[in-house]
C-alpha cells in the first residue's frame, strides 16, 4: 500500500494571505507528484504537477518538492474567496497507477 | 477540459440488481481508471486499464468488475449491488509514459444502492 497523508485541516486562511498545504508519501521510487483542487460536489481538477526536486510555479501557485525527506507541498499565494474547496496531493507509483491523500479542505475568509 | 463523459451521472438502484457506469474518452489515452471516492477515505482506486481488453484489480475491486472492448470506453460493473457501494464514482484518463503523465477525472456518477 502506498501512503500518502495530507494535514487534514480544516484549513482557514483570511483573504489575501498564503495558504500552505502540506503532504508525505512513503513510496521512495515515485517520480510523479500532482495537486487537485476539488469544490463540493465536483470532480477533481488538476492544478500543478511536479517531478524535479525543488520550486514550480504556476500563477498564484507554488509547488515544492523534496524527495529525499518525501514531502511535497503546495502554497497559494494572495489566497482568494474562490480558492476554497479541498485539495487533493497525489502520487504516481509503478504501474502508472496513482494514490491519493485524504485531501485538506480549505476556506478562505473574507 | 479533458475528453471524458460518464454515464449516468445520477443513479438510484435497490441491493442486488445488476448496474453499469459507463466512461468515455475522446483523447485516446492508453489508460483508464474507476475510482470511488467516500468521506474520510478520500479516492480509492477500483479498477484500471492499460489498453484494450487489458485491466488490473485496484484496492478495492472485491464486487466491482470492468471491461474495456474499445479504447474510448471502460465500462464498470456490480453484479449485485449493496448498500457499501453507494458512492461518487470518477473515471480518470492518463497518456501513460515517463514524462508527462497526468491524469483527469471525468464529472462522476453519484450511485446510490437502497
Known amino acids: 500500500q502506498k501512503e500518502v497523508e495530507q494535514n487534514s485541516g480544516p484549513l482557514s486562511v483570511p483573504e489575501g494571505a498564503i495558504a500552505s498545504l502540506n503532504c508525505t508519501y512513503s513510496?521512495?521510487?515515485?517520480?510523479?507528484f500532482f495537486w487537485y483542487r476539488q469544490y463540493s460536489g465536483k470532480s477533481p481538477e488538476l492544478i500543478m504537477s511536479?517531478?524535479?526536486?525543488g520550486d514550480k510555479e504556476d500563477g498564484r501557485f507554488t509547488a515544492q518538492l523534496n524527495k529525499a525527506s518525501q514531502y511535497v507541498s503546495l502554497l497559494i499565494r494572495d489566497s482568494q474567496p474562490s480558492d476554497s474547496a479541498t485539495y487533493l496531493c497525489?502520487?504516481?507509483?509503478?504501474?502508472?497507477?496513482?494514490?491519493f491523500g485524504t485531501g485538506t479542505s480549505l476556506t478562505v475568509i473574507p | 477540459d479533458a475528453g471524458i463523459t460518464q454515464s449516468p451521472r445520477h443513479k438510484v438502484t435497490e441491493t442486488g440488481t445488476p448496474v453499469t457506469l459507463r466512461c468515455h474518452q475522446t483523447?485516446?489515452?492508453?489508460?483508464m481508471y474507476w475510482y470511488r471516492q467516500d468521506p474520510g477515505h478520500g479516492l480509492r482506486l477500483i479498477h484500471y486499464?492499460?489498453?484494450?481488453?487489458?485491466?488490473d484489480k485496484g484496492e478495492v475491486s472485491d464486487g466491482y468488475s470492468v471491461s474495456r472492448s474499445k479504447t474510448e470506453d471502460f465500462l464498470l460493473t456490480l453484479e449485485s449491488a449493496t448498500s457499501s457501494q453507494t458512492s461518487v464514482y470518477f473515471c480518470?484518463?492518463?497518456?501513460?509514459?515517463?514524462?508527462?503523465?497526468?491524469?483527469?477525472f471525468g464529472p462522476g456518477t453519484r450511485l446510490t444502492v437502497l
Open positions: 511536479i517531478y524535479s526536486n
Open positions: 480518470a484518463i492518463s497518456a501513460g509514459g515517463r514524462e508527462v503523465n497526468e491524469q483527469f
Open positions: 497525489a502520487v504516481r507509483a509503478s504501474g502508472n497507477q496513482f494514490y
Open positions: 513510496d521512495r521510487v515515485s517520480q510523479s
Open positions: 483523447e485516446n489515452h492508453r489508460y
Open positions: 486499464s492499460y489498453g484494450v481488453k487489458d485491466t
